[in-house]
């Protein structure tokens, strides 16, 4: 975990100028929530002041030492800095620091004045240092200089103080210091870099990256854990829903950015024998429990799986999952014993340490689970393909199957996709749509409007308040199926006997079934395989809709308008070949656009497959 970073209450600035220059009203700005994200993730602004209320210089000057490297293990000065700046003052440490770096001054009186106004020169000319920038850098006389290179080094985006003698404001420090973020430094490279972070691809701060970086955790939520946070997170986040900070519990883990004043909580686990420690267990790096290989993502998780660690190959142990779904912590199965409800897809043998160097074979089943996961567990009793099973896991480790009863729920989901006939869909529910042994996963808003009966619904569980908390349905929506393009098709042979080669693309992978005795309905065009691509049950031909155009999530055609799946698959036809593409470049292309759909809208259907043709 990484050092704990202390963050005080509201910060800000330094210097004091003249000379009025007018201020850009700085184009193509980022969105305030964006930037104010950055910069709180990052420490250099906390709090929940307005917007418009102004800064003072020593608010500003804790800001910027914040932006700077090493910023945030700043304490309290060790002696009064200046007289109206005591060594009891909340920013004695900001105001010291900021002096010795030669960001700010005192006046001439000997005083600092803490609580007066930043002007817009003054903040420019200490963003402009941490740029490293200095006086020798900069002609004319002061700010004039200064003020150019604000524009020039596009700082001024975004920020609305109205020239270099105006008094900034909150939302003028958020840009300032988010543009500081992007711009060049006097060596060349983005600021950013030195706060060991990077620009996304056009150009702006990575934002998910620099709140990952930033991030506290991972931790274990136990016993009382809570009293050892440092602060009261006003936002809590439970398996990426907003919660409060009671739903968090037991066993979960936990993450926490203290600046944005916001925790997250993940609750996924895995629980099964350890079948393998890769590459070894001097250093691992991944785990593979209950047939499924996990990313090792802490340093404790690593620890204790080692040589070093309490873990042995052949242990029954529940993996506590974080948020990327590696292994953020190990923990006995009786810390957290529980269940997974799914479909069985196959029943083989497989080979198990024993903990002692050797292995044991023993009959496994593997679990296709309403989370979209597949998990496999020994059994000791008959299983079959297709069954509908819960997975109970003991205290001790044993797993036990059980059979599920079909369910019997019928009725129209709503408009909203809340519920489906009285019963409400629960917050976190699970709802996998299966089909040929394949799962998706779905969420509840997309059955809004379709009608579900018996022979739909496999199996659904309802939570303590009479919520749909899980649910497995029969090839309702065909998400599980694979989408693609059929790419060559050949024909051979005469009456007697035939044979046919088919090739064709899904999502990027080339496949082809030479010389077969099995006649696909289909010649060209996209496709829907259903099965193993390398040997399918079907393949079947899409259906064609008229050249149209792409608008927002939607596919229009004259006057019909079709909705676009989720993971459509986009292709480029050039010279001849077909290359996998994106929804943006087809609309950047302006080419006439073909698309095709599976089934109708009403019956769960949507756009599969656009293709345009490049030049």
């Given at each position: 975990?990484?050092?704990?970073?202390?963050?005080?209450?509201?910060?800000?600035?330094?210097?004091?100028?003249?000379?009025?220059?007018?201020?850009?009203?700085?184009?193509?700005?980022?969105?305030?929530?964006?930037?104010?994200?950055?910069?709180?993730?990052?420490?250099?602004?906390?709090?929940?002041?307005?917007?418009?209320?102004?800064?003072?210089?020593?608010?500003?000057?804790?800001?910027?030492?914040?932006?700077?490297?090493?910023?945030?293990?700043?304490?309290?000065?060790?002696?009064?800095?200046?007289?109206?700046?005591?060594?009891?003052?909340?920013?004695?440490?900001?105001?010291?620091?900021?002096?010795?770096?030669?960001?700010?001054?005192?006046?001439?009186?000997?005083?600092?004045?803490?609580?007066?106004?930043?002007?817009?020169?003054?903040?420019?000319?200490?963003?402009?240092a941490l740029l490293g920038y200095g006086p020798e850098d900069f002609s004319g006389?002061?700010?004039?200089?200064?003020?150019?290179m604000f524009h020039s080094l596009k700082l001024d985006r975004g920020v609305s103080?109205?020239?270099?003698?105006?008094?900034?404001?909150?939302?003028?420090?958020?840009?300032?210091?988010?543009?500081?973020?992007?711009?060049?430094?006097?060596?060349?490279?983005?600021?950013?870099?030195?706060?060991?972070?990077?620009?996304?691809?056009?150009?702006?701060?990575?934002?998910?990256?620099?709140?990952?970086?930033?991030?506290?955790?991972?931790?274990?939520?136990?016993?009382?854990?809570?009293?050892?946070?440092?602060?009261?997170?006003?936002?809590?986040?439970?398996?990426?829903?907003?919660?409060?900070?009671?739903?968090?519990?037991?066993?979960?883990?936990?993450?926490?950015?203290?600046?944005?004043?916001?925790?997250?909580?993940?609750?996924?686990?895995?629980?099964?024998?350890?079948?393998?420690?890769?590459?070894?267990?001097?250093?691992?790096?991944?785990?593979?429990?209950?047939?499924?290989?996990?990313?090792?993502?802490?340093?404790?998780?690593?620890?204790?799986?080692?040589?070093?660690?309490?873990?042995?190959?052949?242990?029954?142990?529940?993996?506590?999952?974080?948020?990327?779904?590696?292994?953020?912590?190990?923990?006995?199965?009786?810390?957290?014993?529980?269940?997974?409800?799914?479909?069985?897809?196959?029943?083989?043998?497989?080979?198990?340490?024993?903990?002692?160097?050797?292995?044991?074979?023993?009959?496994?089943?593997?679990?296709?689970?309403?989370?979209?996961?597949?998990?496999?567990?020994?059994?000791?009793?008959?299983?079959?393909?297709?069954?509908?099973?819960?997975?109970?896991?003991?205290?001790?480790?044993?797993?036990?199957l059980r059979g599920l009863s079909s369910g019997s729920l019928t009725g129209r989901?709503?408009?909203?996709?809340?519920?489906?006939?009285?019963?409400?869909?629960?917050?976190?529910?699970?709802?996998?749509?299966?089909?040929?042994?394949?799962?998706?996963?779905?969420?509840?808003?997309?059955?809004?409007?379709?009608?579900?009966?018996?022979?739909?619904?496999?199996?659904?569980?309802?939570?303590?308040?009479?919520?749909?908390?899980?649910?497995?349905?029969?090839?309702?929506?065909?998400?599980?199926?694979?989408?693609?393009?059929?790419?060559?098709?050949?024909?051979?042979?005469?009456?007697?006997?035939?044979?046919?080669?088919?090739?064709?693309?899904?999502?990027?992978?080339?496949?082809?079934?030479?010389?077969?005795?099995?006649?696909?309905?289909?010649?060209?065009?996209?496709?829907?395989?259903?099965?193993?691509?390398?040997?399918?049950?079907?393949?079947?031909?899409?259906?064609?809709?008229?050249?149209?155009?792409?608008?927002?999530?939607?596919?229009?055609?004259?006057?019909?308008?079709?909705?676009?799946?989720?993971?459509?698959?986009?292709?480029?036809?050039?010279?001849?070949?077909?290359?996998?593409?994106?929804?943006?470049?087809?609309?950047?292309?302006?080419?006439?656009?073909?698309?095709?759909?599976?089934?109708?809208?009403?019956?769960?259907?949507?756009?599969?497959?656009?293709?345009?043709?490049?030049?």
């Amino acid at each position: 975990m990484k050092t704990k970073r202390l963050f005080s209450a509201l910060l800000s600035l330094c210097l004091t100028l003249s000379l009025v220059l007018p201020a850009t009203a700085a184009g193509s700005a980022a969105p305030l929530d964006e930037a104010l994200q950055a910069v709180t993730a990052l420490g250099i602004m906390s709090g929940d002041g307005a917007m418009s209320q102004r800064v003072t210089r020593a608010q500003f000057i804790t800001m910027a030492i914040k932006a700077s490297p090493g910023g945030d293990g700043v304490g309290q000065a060790a002696t009064s800095p200046y007289p109206d700046v005591p060594r009891s003052h909340w920013a004695s440490g900001y105001v010291e620091a900021g002096v010795a770096r030669g960001l700010i001054s005192g006046f001439s009186d000997g005083t600092f004045r803490p609580d007066q106004e930043v002007k817009l020169a003054e903040a420019v000319s200490i963003v402009l240092a941490l740029l490293g920038y200095g006086p020798e850098d900069f002609s004319g006389a002061y700010p004039s200089g200064q003020m150019a290179m604000f524009h020039s080094l596009k700082l001024d985006r975004g920020v609305s103080a109205s020239g270099a003698q105006a008094p900034i404001t909150r939302q003028d420090a958020v840009y300032l210091f988010y543009d500081l973020l992007s711009a060049k430094t006097r060596e060349g490279g983005p600021y950013i870099q030195l706060l060991g972070h990077s620009l996304d691809a056009s150009g702006k701060p990575d934002l998910v990256s620099l709140i990952n970086g930033e991030m506290e955790g991972p931790v274990v939520a136990q016993g009382s854990w809570k009293s050892s946070l440092s602060f009261a997170p006003a936002k809590v986040y439970r398996n990426g829903d907003l919660a409060s900070l009671a739903a968090v519990q037991d066993y979960d883990v936990i993450y926490w950015n203290e600046a944005m004043d916001t925790l997250w909580a993940y609750a996924r686990k895995a629980t099964g024998p350890i079948q393998a420690i890769e590459p070894d267990r001097a250093a691992p790096v991944s785990v593979t429990v209950a047939g499924r290989t996990y990313a090792i993502e802490s340093s404790a998780a690593a620890y204790a799986l080692s040589d070093l660690g309490q873990y042995r190959l052949g242990d029954t142990v529940t993996l506590l999952l974080g948020r990327s779904g590696g292994a953020a912590a190990v923990a006995d199965v009786s810390a957290s014993a529980g269940e997974r409800a799914g479909v069985v897809v196959e029943v083989s043998n497989a080979a198990y340490p024993d903990g002692s160097g050797g292995t044991y074979t023993a009959q496994t089943v593997t679990l296709l689970a309403t989370d979209g996961q597949t998990y496999q567990y020994q059994t000791k009793g008959s299983q079959r393909a297709g069954s509908l099973v819960r997975a109970i896991v003991s205290e001790s480790g044993e797993v036990t199957l059980r059979g599920l009863s079909s369910g019997s729920l019928t009725g129209r989901v709503d408009s909203a996709g809340t519920k489906v006939d009285k019963y409400r869909f629960a917050q976190d529910v699970e709802i996998l749509d299966v089909s040929e042994g394949r799962g998706a996963v779905l969420y509840p808003k997309r059955l809004a409007g379709l009608s579900l009966d018996s022979g739909k619904v496999r199996w659904y569980s309802l939570n303590a308040q009479g919520e749909i908390q899980a649910m497995i349905l029969n090839d309702v929506t065909g998400d599980a199926y694979q989408y693609g393009i059929l790419t060559r098709f050949e024909e051979q042979g005469d009456d007697s006997y035939k044979s046919y080669s088919y090739e064709f693309d899904l999502g990027g992978q080339t496949y082809a079934i030479p010389g077969t005795g099995t006649r696909y309905p289909v010649t060209g065009g996209a496709i829907q395989v259903v099965g193993d691509p390398a040997s399918p049950t079907r393949i079947r031909a899409l259906t064609a809709v008229k050249s149209g155009e792409l608008a927002g999530k939607q596919y229009v055609a004259g006057s019909q308008r079709y909705s676009l799946a989720d993971d459509v698959a986009v292709y480029e036809l050039r010279g001849g070949k077909y290359y996998l593409s994106s929804l943006a470049r087809a609309e950047e292309s302006g080419k006439s656009l073909t698309a095709w759909y599976d089934k109708p809208e009403p019956a769960g259907g949507r756009i599969r497959v656009i293709l345009f043709r490049g030049e």
